[in-house]
């Protein structure tokens, strides 16, 4: 397993997974609330130890046969591959993101109601801390961790964490000019492929 691969891999997958997620509307709507630098920095903290957790379980989970293991991430690739098409073949035109935007300010208004008195320490715990809850579960983590059981640890880290910088200094910057551009059934249909081919190539690697 070269890092490269799993660099790649991870890049790629993650930059074109996260335009449009929850997280990407919680980084946009804290960065109109609070200074930018510190946002994108909980932020892209927050997903940076969210990629380092998902990528040891993804290792953990190489103790077992490996014949297990690939068959598993074929399965999960696939699994989630055709769910997200078969979504996006359901939806009416192109989709919108309303709901998605709508769940990230229900959140952001929840925890600064909680907020007595804002810091650079404020921001950045807020940042952290919402960012990481509404990235665990999320279709990326488990892609991570079966990315990580099929690549390189260290390649899977620093590509997905650029990739989640990427999407992080996206929607801090411009999130609302972007968000206005793209349609929820676009982005479905490119995670589906994504997760589909790379459900074909760990298969392909098993024969």
Not at 11 to 30: A, C, V
Not at 141 to 157: C, K, S, W, Y
Request: hydrophobic content about 55%.
């Amino acid at each position: 397993m070269h890092p490269l691969t799993g660099f790649t891999a991870g890049l790629l997958f993650i930059t074109l997974s996260e335009l449009g997620d929850k997280t990407f509307f919680i980084g946009m709507i804290l960065a109109t609330r609070h200074p930018r630098r510190w946002v994108f920095v909980g932020v892209t903290a927050a997903l940076f130890v969210m990629t380092v957790l998902s990528v040891a379980i993804g290792q953990a989970v190489t103790i077992f046969p490996e014949h297990y293991v690939q068959g598993l991430t074929v399965t999960l690739f696939l699994g989630f591959g055709l769910k997200l098409l078969y979504d996006a073949s359901r939806m009416v035109g192109g989709g919108s993101l309303a709901d998605e935007q709508a769940e990230a300010l229900e959140a952001v208004e929840e925890s600064e109601a909680e907020v007595k008195k804002w810091s650079i320490k404020a921001v950045l715990i807020q940042s952290f801390s919402l960012t990481f809850v509404a990235e665990w579960g999320d279709r990326t983590q488990f892609a991570t961790i079966a990315l990580a059981a099929a690549n390189h640890p260290v390649g899977v880290v620093l590509g997905s964490t650029l990739g989640h910088a990427v999407c992080a200094a996206i929607a801090v910057a411009c999130g609302k000019l972007v968000a206005g551009r793209i349609s929820e059934r676009w982005l479905t249909t490119v995670g589906g492929l994504l997760f589909v081919i790379f459900g074909l190539v760990a298969a392909a690697e098993m024969v």
